[in-house]
């Protein structure tokens, strides 16, 4: 399981051949070892990374909205109007910028008028999707505004297509929006909230292609544009319109959605979910060929939003419509024991390498991606904090996003990477996997992943176009590759002081340890 010292481009053409998860023959002739190095342009930034890329998502779905966000306020777990106060804070600890609500498949059969007024009068559900619970509509509107206010987010509101009218999400933005006399803003009031909210981002239905209605892509751009004409401008408030967009390397949809309502539209959501290991679908009991195909399923992220991009330059050369990648995360088996519905699952050292390595191909192409929500904020899938009961612990997720705060709003700093593969049996893996940019104060970021569980990297850094200032790194690793924080062992993974690295003339060398997320910051 060596890593083969061959040469690896951070190139386009090499990246792609990555995603078909059947990596091709690396382009370098090097017979002998390949120094790792990494060619960063300081002066040739261009594009910003909207911290947006770093945003999350929370659907009614297991504990992720009751328990692990909602308490009610009549509970003894401290909370403000009923948010957990514990949950808040480590959020905004890792300046969460954007969450999406209240789903998910769960979008397209919820009915907001149920979550609204007073909450011993509100109607209950079925969760169809999502174990069969019943759902007693105390978190709505007014809850999920109140804790995107809490946490200084921006509301990410996903509408209801699949079995809503046009009328009831019309009526949902005014009710939001609505800065004035009208039946819905005087609804609003009477419900406690005088002064209108923003609302920026809305998104028009939820995988309209499967739980959102199995709709064709031709049908769903149809009605894409009658449900979107209706979603209005009030006052100053301007929605940005969000199309449900492909599955996965569904090109065709894109393709549709682009040519026949791109222009009604400000953003197309992409979905994708790396699955889990080959052999284990356990998040926490797995061996090295699941390590390894699980990276080798997220690094396909690359070749899915460069080819979703080049379809979209097509109809849209101005990149003026984003590509917002609003589900994406690790999918393992459920934790023992736990309700097969809930989706709760325990997070690895492994899901930090997935987030690691995602954010940094998102960071790559923020000239197009300009959001992207991590599925799912708390107690759900790739989540960053996991609750029980009164306890919280923070999963080695968390701690990616944390690290990686540097580079909401930067500039991004182009990078070429050579490197080794990473191997194992017939398939092999680019070993590294960088981006950098330079923060609004002038600090240069490097974030770097060595996603060889078996040896370190040496990894020679050249600055190009700027000044190495005073050089200063973190690091996210632990002893297995399977480690994760439980609630009696809350802090085996986190983050901790990196040293192993020594300033030069150029840059630096570094010394990523096996498995691991370094980031490093030039003052
Ligand atoms: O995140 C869990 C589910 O995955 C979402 O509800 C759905 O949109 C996707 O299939």
């Known amino acids: ?15 792609l051949s990555l995603g078909a998860g059947q990596p091709q023959a690396a382009e370098s002739q090097t017979t002998g070892p390949v120094a790792n190095k990494l060619v960063i342009h300081a002066d040739r930034g261009k594009e910003t990374i909207n911290r947006n890329i770093y945003g999350h998502f929370s659907e009614h779905l297991g504990r992720c909205i009751y328990e692990g966000i909602w308490v009610g306020a009549g509970s003894p777990i401290p ?44 109607p209950t559900m079925i969760n169809t999707h999502w174990g069969g619970v019943t759902e007693n509509n105390h978190f709505g509107t007014h809850e999920f505004l109140d804790l995107c206010e809490q946490l200084g987010c921006e509301p990410y509101i996903c509408g209801n297509v699949g079995s809503g009218t046009i009328q009831e999400m019309q009526q949902w933005v005014e009710y939001i929006t609505f800065d004035g006399v009208s039946p819905m803003a005087d609804l609003r009031k009477k419900n406690g909230r005088e002064q209108p909210w923003k609302l920026r981002y809305f998104g028009v239905g939820n995988e309209n292609w499967g739980c959102g209605g199995h709709m064709t892509a031709e049908y769903y751009a149809d009605q894409y544009k009658r449900y979107a004409t209706y979603v209005r401008n009030f006052g100053s408030n301007r929605v940005f319109k969000i199309a449900c967009g492909p599955n996965g390397s569904d090109y065709r949809w894109t393709e549709v959605l682009m040519r026949e309502a791109g222009r009604q539209m400000a953003g197309l959501a992409l979905h994708y979910y790396c699955g889990t290991g080959r052999k284990s679908r356990s998040a926490t009991a797995f061996g090295e060929e699941d390590w390894f195909h699980q990276l080798r399923s997220a690094l396909r992220m690359e070749e899915l939003v460069t080819k979703h991009s080049e379809m979209m330059d097509k109809y849209d050369p101005q990149k003026r419509v984003a590509l917002i990648v609003d589900e994406w995360g690790a999918w393992h088996a459920v934790e023992p024991g736990t309700n097969p519905g809930f989706l709760y699952q325990q997070n690895s050292l492994r899901d930090a390498l997935v987030a690691a390595v995602t954010l940094n191909i998102f960071n790559q192409h923020c000239d197009r991606v300009k959001m992207a929500n991590i599925a799912q904020t708390i107690n759900v899938l790739q989540a960053m904090i996991l609750t029980d009961k009164e306890k919280m612990i923070l999963t080695p997720t968390y701690h990616v996003f944390e690290m990686y705060t540097v580079h909401h709003d930067a500039n991004l700093l182009p990078a070429e990477l050579q490197c080794a593969d990473y191997e194992v049996g017939q398939d092999k893996i680019p070993a590294i996997n960088a981006s950098a940019s330079r923060d609004k104060a002038g600090k240069i970021h490097v974030t770097l992943c060595n996603l060889n569980p078996n040896a370190p990297a040496e990894v020679t850094c050249e600055l190009q176009g700027a000044k190495a200032g005073h050089l200063s790194g973190r690091v996210l690793t632990a002893s297995a590759m399977t480690g994760h924080n439980t609630f009696e062992k809350p802090q085996t993974v986190q983050p901790g002081e990196f040293k192993a690295f020594k300033a030069t003339e150029a840059g630096f060398t570094a010394t990523l340890p096996a498995k691991s997320v370094v980031a490093l910051e030039w003052n």
């Open 1 to 15: 399981m060596n890593a083969k010292q061959s040469c690896f481009l951070f190139s386009l053409a090499s990246l």
């Open 79 to 122: 909370n403000t109007r009923g948010i957990r106060n514990d949950v808040v804070e480590a959020l905004k600890r890792i300046k969460i910028p954007v969450l999406r609500w209240p789903g998910g498949c769960f979008a397209d059969e919820y009915h907001w008028q149920d979550g609204i007024g007073p909450r011993d009068q509100r």
